[in-house]
């Protein structure tokens, strides 16, 4: 999704972000724009008492790590970048500039001289603009910074040497990352967030606004965006309107190194060497706004969905992310040797992995993103590689079949695996260890990454016992003992889950609240409990078998017994896609759906539930609570 449209002016441009910071290249992703990473090879080591204000040093050192990349990359026979966006923060204290700290001790020094005061944060940005003209590159340079004002509260030597050990202040400006565990240390913020983390992403809206909608000539002394302007202003400011309202020459003094002139209707603006500001003839163009305008990304974004999915799920599968974890790089050839495939297929889907923002490549060759590190590793903590492995080679192949599903209105096993289900969870999920086990790491690499906002959502305290039915391999268990201290938990599920819940226990971690009891809960006797726990349950299943699970759980349930359900919830208002997408999933692979918060209100006062209470996450579950009365 692009919220703000003026991304979308550089939606059929090459743009390379000059910079290997995995902060920079979240925000700018997640703000919707598409551009390949090229790490700047500039040495920050211009002289800092040659400049007059920090801030000049930041955008310069910022100029010249996007100079450096738009100069490497302007090779004979092939594609220059149109733009190229180079970054640099720097943290000012006591009259010093402060980068990124060398050592521990260097960590240590930078830290000690922020405790207890404010100190400012610069990011300076350049976006330059490339054309060429015989292998003749020209730019044109625009830059701006961004201060944020932070305030450590006082630390103690002790805090301070823990922090440095956790590591996370060596690749950061100041020797903290606000972001992280650095966020502990910061009494207050006055400015952009995303300034101190390495990228003004609102200032840098506003200089593409600048740059890509200069204001009519009536308009020159009086308009000054003060800040972006809202989605509407921006359908106002299209180029049709713009252009015509800028009939001839009229100059505009932008704040970066250079003023470009702006006249052909429709036009970007020309500049001294008579090309628009994007390197392209100006009557060409014109008409490429214009079509620029309204090009579907949208749907673009949608066509390639299927791609992207699938290149994340190869690359899991062939176990790159675990082969690359904790080297610094790997060559394509390497990977290609380890993971027994071709060089070429390899080095194809590094690239798009590259480009999925899942690696990193420089010249040295791949490694891991943060967050390929932290969720695509198989053995990382917060694994998703389960649920993912559990997405290709279960949901992908039921999700091939999702037009006869739509036709036919039922689920899609008997085609997607030759299958007729009778009971879904034996037919479909445990008919071999194989696929038990893939399920039930699936279950348990989504429930451990979910577990702490289920079992927070709501304060539970006043339950003493609590029965998690269907609760697999007590992930979310795990966590409700953590967080309430007189709390009892039984794990119910299926002979052949419990019989193999053993190798998902923690290590070292007392368990001995937790209880796990195999059976049926549609057929066998349920545990007596305070609270009763649906996680991701009702889902699978059609209103009869809901209400005749909903109504046995109310039998047991004495006055003041609680109900904790966790879900998708539809949502007409906010169209939360993940919960609509997951009911189509739904839909394919069980004989239930998601439902909207209305529909588990009716159903839950119906079996005599009362008070209930919704909080929508707006991530990947919603919670309900309610309480027998
Ligand atoms: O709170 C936070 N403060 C700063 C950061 C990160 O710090 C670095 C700043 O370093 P620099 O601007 O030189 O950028 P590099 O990482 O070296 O990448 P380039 O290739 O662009 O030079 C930056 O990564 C910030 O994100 C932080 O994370 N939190």
């Given at each position: 999704m ?8 550089l939606?059929s441009?090459?743009?390379v972000l ?8 979240e ?12 790490p ?5 080591t ?15 050192t910022?100029?010249?790590?996007a ?19 180079g970054a ?5 204290v006591?009259?010093l ?15 000690s ?19 060429s003209?015989d ?5 044109e340079?625009?830059?701006?910074y ?9 630390l ?11 590591g996370?202040p ?19 913020v006055?400015?952009?967030f995303l ?9 840098f809206?506003?200089?593409l606004v600048e740059?890509?909608y200069?204001p ?14 809202s989605?509407?202003?921006f359908?106002?400011l ?11 020459n ?16 429709g ?11 994007m390197?392209?003839?100006v009557?060409k ?13 949208t ?11 699938k ?10 992310f ?6 610094a790089?790997l060559?394509?050839k ?9 060089v ?20 040295q ?29 279960h ?24 299958k ?15 696929t ?20 927070t959502?709501?304060?539970?305290s006043r ?6 039915l ?20 039984t ?18 971690q ?24 649906l ?20 039998d ?6 609680g109900?904790?359900?966790s879900e ?18 739904m ?39 309610c309480?027998?009365?």
């Amino acid at each position: 999704m692009v919220l703000c449209p003026v991304i979308r002016k550089l939606v059929s441009k090459r743009v390379v972000l000059a910079s290997a910071s995995p902060r920079r290249q979240e925000i700018l992703s997640s703000a919707g724009l598409r551009f390949e990473v090229v790490p700047s090879r500039f040495k920050e080591t211009l002289d800092k008492t040659s400049f007059s204000a920090p801030y000049e040093y930041a955008m310069e050192t910022a100029k010249q790590k996007a100079l450096e990349v738009a100069n490497r990359m302007n090779v004979k026979d092939f594609r220059p970048p149109d733009v190229v966006i180079g970054a640099d923060t720097i943290v000012t204290v006591d009259g010093l500039i402060l980068e990124k700290p060398a050592d521990k001790q260097d960590a240590y020094n930078m830290l000690s001289r922020l405790n207890g005061k404010v100190h400012s944060v610069f990011t300076g940005v350049t976006i330059v603009h490339c054309s060429s003209k015989d292998n003749q590159l020209q730019t044109e340079v625009f830059k701006f910074y961004e201060e944020t004002k932070v305030k450590f509260s006082d630390l103690s030597e002790e805090l301070l040497w823990e922090y440095i050990h956790s590591g996370e202040p060596m690749d950061k400006a100041g020797g903290y990352g606000i972001q992280s565990l650095g966020g502990m240390l910061v009494e207050y913020v006055h400015g952009d967030f995303l300034n101190v983390v390495g990228f003004p992403l609102n200032h840098f809206c506003k200089k593409l606004v600048e740059l890509y909608y200069p204001p009519p000539r009536d308009a020159i002394h009086h308009v000054k965006y003060d800040s972006v302007p809202s989605v509407e202003t921006f359908e106002v400011l299209s180029d049709e309107e713009h252009g015509s309202s800028t009939q001839g020459n009229l100059t505009i003094k932008l704040e970066g190194d250079n003023a470009f002139s702006s006249g052909a209707p429709g036009s970007l603006g020309k500049n001294k060497i008579g090309q628009d500001v994007m390197g392209e003839p100006v009557e060409k163009c014109s008409g490429d706004m214009e079509s620029l305008t309204k090009f579907p990304s949208t749907l673009v974004e949608l066509l390639d969905g299927f791609k992207a999915s699938k290149a994340m799920f190869v690359a899991c599968k062939l176990k790159v992310f675990d082969l690359l974890k904790g080297k610094a790089h790997l060559k394509a050839k390497d990977v290609a040797d380890h993971i027994s495939a071709s060089v070429c297929g390899t080095e194809r889907l590094l690239d798009s992995c590259t480009a999925l923002q899942l690696l990193k490549k420089t010249n040295q060759g791949y490694s891991n993103t943060e967050l390929a590190d932290k969720y695509l590793v198989s053995d990382s903590e917060y694994s998703l590689h389960g649920y993912i492995m559990h997405a290709n080679d279960h949901v992908w192949p039921l999700f091939t079949h999702l037009e006869s599903a739509v036709k036919e209105g039922t689920n899609q096993n008997h085609r997607a695996f030759g299958k007729n289900t009778q009971d879904l969870f034996q037919d479909s999920y445990y008919h071999s260890m194989e696929t038990k086990l893939r399920f039930m790491n699936a279950m348990h690499s989504i429930m451990k990454l979910t577990a702490r906002g289920v079992a927070t959502a709501f304060d539970l305290s006043r339950f003493r016992s609590a029965c998690d039915l269907g609760g697999c391999t007590g992930a979310l268990a795990q966590v409700l003992i953590q967080e309430y201290p007189h709390l009892k938990v039984t794990v119910f599920d299926l002979p052949d889950v419990i019989e193999n819940v053993s190798g998902f226990q923690p290590t070292g971690q007392d368990t001995s609240r937790i209880t796990f009891t195999s059976g049926d809960f549609f057929k066998d006797n349920i545990p007596e409990a305070d609270l009763y726990i649906l996680s991701r349950v009702l889902h699978d299943w059609p209103d009869d078998k809901i209400n005749a699970l909903l109504s046995k759980i109310s039998d047991l349930c004495t006055p003041g017994s609680g109900l904790l359900l966790s879900e998708m919830v539809l949502d007409d208002k906010k169209r939360n896609r993940s919960a609509w997408l997951q009911s189509l999933n739904m839909l394919v692979q069980t004989e239930g759906k998601e439902r909207s918060s209305y529909e588990y209100r009716c159903l839950l006062e119906q079996h005599g539930f009362r008070n209930v209470e919704i909080v929508q996450t707006g991530s990947l579950l919603d919670i309900i609570l309610c309480t027998k009365c």
